[in-house]
């Protein structure tokens, strides 16, 4: 769903865009026309998108709205923690099988590692965005949240500890080590052979591409607190890395260039 996204992301900014123009935009990062028609058409069909005349879209309120909810997730590795984790539990019955599945997807999306069956936890406060999940799949009824300082027993085990309730484990840290250990190899060996590119098109093309792989990455990622992350853990660096490209690709951008607006969120 990456091209859909982009496409929000740009109409998010601008109120009315025509094809062509996100046709010649993704084009850059490697999209094929055919690929940005189709998902015009898949984001119009289910309103995220609209076109008030002919050749031209703008987003709807909906498309807005889901446009943010792919760019909920906070980077909490800025943060203090304060020791509390936040519990939610679920028992959803088969006859709503759908929104069940639809919750456990989002839920660990936000960051929650799953606990138990029907039992997931994270270290953050994000009590409003599960709130708003449980709202919008109409599941009130099947849903418990708390928080607490305090196990009694079987705590979550911090890198190196002992236990049964490993955080490595449980938020699958080794995979996402991978991912990132990936796209630092990527930054290094790819991405900066393009850096001396000045040409307006290339910087948007890069900041879009950077900002859909911090996205990406942030969106797996559920930067846990340090004590319970491997010792060698990177995610810190490249998001670092990242953020710092994307800083240096729009001071580089001409503010009289059309593609300028782009470069600037919601």
Not at 231 to 248: A, C, E, N, Q
Not at 249 to 260: A, N, T
Request: proline share 5%; net charge neutral.
């Amino acid at each position: 769903m990456a091209v859909e996204k982009q496409i929000l992301r740009l109409l998010s900014i601008k109120a009315d865009i025509s094809g062509k123009e996100l046709i010649d935009i993704l084009e850059t990062m490697n999209y094929t026309p055919q690929s940005i028609r189709n998902a015009l058409s898949k984001l119009k069909k289910k309103s995220y998108v609209t076109s008030p005349k002919r050749g031209t879209y703008s987003i709807t309120t909906n498309g807005f709205e889901l446009y943010q909810l792919f760019n909920s997730k906070e980077n909490f590795y800025d943060k203090q923690w304060d020791e509390r984790w936040y519990l939610v539990f679920i028992e959803i019955p088969e006859s709503i099988r759908n929104k069940r599945d639809a919750f456990r997807l989002k839920v660990t999306q936000l960051g929650f590692g799953q606990l138990y069956k029907g039992v997931y936890i994270y270290p953050w406060d994000i009590t409003s965005k599960v709130l708003a999940l449980i709202d919008s799949l109409e599941i009130e009824n099947y849903v418990t949240i708390l928080s607490s300082d305090t196990f009694h027993f079987n705590s979550i085990s911090p890198e190196g500890g002992s236990g049964t309730n490993q955080a490595s484990k449980i938020w699958n840290l080794t995979e996402i080590e991978q991912a990132y250990k990936e796209k630092q190899k990527w930054l290094e060996q790819q991405y900066h052979d393009s850096l001396d590119l000045n040409e307006p098109s290339t910087l948007l093309s890069n900041y879009l591409q950077l900002t859909e792989i911090r996205d990406a990455l942030i969106e797996i990622d559920p930067m846990l607190p340090p004590q319970f992350l491997p010792g060698s853990w990177i995610g810190t660096h490249v998001l670092h890395s990242i953020d710092l490209s994307i800083l240096s690709l729009i001071k580089r951008m001409p503010k009289s260039s059309s593609y300028y607006q782009y470069m600037i969120r919601p």
